[in-house]
């Protein structure tokens, strides 16, 4: 748990059952790396900021800071498909760990937005890996919008990734420059505070060229 952040911020685990050692090995397990970005996502765009970690092959929210009570419902389990958070982490691993993923994937219809067919899937990963960063327009929760970015380590591998959400009205169509820019910002200063040097590459060309 991060304490002290200031100007009315404050943290929680997203999951109680959460194995920190993952986060150990990423060098979050407390957060001190990754705080200073989340904090200024939330200053700069009032949502509220996630980073993501993939566990047992699920997307989970290993941290988040938020600034006032959130009103949306609890994480989502198999997330990977309807929430940003999820789309940009597994757009970048690696083709059989994907596939194995996708497998598990329920695609359930959780908004009249939900990505329900595996054709819809594959043409959102390969527009997340051309523009670097995911949108949720309401495919998770009706209201709820998100944008996530993947945070990568000094040996050029996805680990993690960081998203805002907040009310649709907030990210509405004149705001999402912006709100994208800083957490593409944030994504990519958190990668270079890890050891990340090089550009961003492709990572599926098989699966997502087809």
């Known amino acids: 748990m991060w304490k002290g952040l200031g100007r009315g911020a404050n943290i929680a685990s997203v999951s109680n059952s959460l194995n920190w050692e993952q986060g150990s090995w990423l060098g979050l397990s407390r957060g001190d790396v990754a705080h200073p ?6 200053a700069e765009t009032g949502g ?3 980073l993501g970690v993939l566990r047992e092959g ?26 940003s958070l999820g789309t940009a982490f597994i757009t970048f691993l690696p083709d059989p760990e994907l596939q194995t993923l996708l497998k598990r994937l329920p695609l359930k219809a959780l908004t009249t937005a939900t990505i329900t067919r595996f054709s819809q899937l594959k043409d959102e990963l390969k527009r997340v890996r051309e523009q670097g960063y995911a949108v949720d327009n309401e495919e998770f929760e009706e ?3 998100c944008i996530g970015a993947p945070v990568q380590d000094h040996s050029d591998k996805v680990i993690a990734d960081i998203s805002i959400a ?23 200063e958190l990668s270079l505070a890890l ?3 090089k550009e961003r590459t492709a990572a599926n060309p098989h699966f997502l060229a087809g």
């Open 37 to 42: 970005y989340l904090e200024r996502l939330v």
């Open 48 to 50: 509220t900021a996630h």
């Open 58 to 83: 699920e997307v989970v929210s290993l941290f988040n800071v938020q600034r006032r009570p959130d009103p949306f419902r609890g994480w989502p389990t198999n997330s990977g498909y309807c929430t």
């Open 195 to 197: 050891g990340y040097r």
């Open 166 to 188: 907040g009310p649709a009205l907030r990210l509405a169509r004149p705001q999402m420059p912006v709100m994208i820019r800083s957490v593409v910002k944030a994504a990519e």
């Open 143 to 145: 209201g709820l919008k």
